[in-house]
């Protein structure tokens, strides 16, 4: 029981380090972006 426990978090733990690789391949979109747009607005 207490193994399922533990192997359903480590699970969760797999998706959110999943999401948090996501956030920073989002944030280096976003950065990029802006850089883009500021070179458009000179």
Request: no cysteine; hydrophobic share 45%; proline share 0%.
């Amino acid at each position: 029981m207490r193994n399922d426990v533990l192997d359903e978090i480590a699970v969760r733990n797999s998706v959110l380090a999943e999401i948090a690789v996501r956030n920073d391949v989002l944030d280096e979109i976003t950065v990029r972006n802006d850089v883009r747009n500021q070179r458009r607005a000179e």
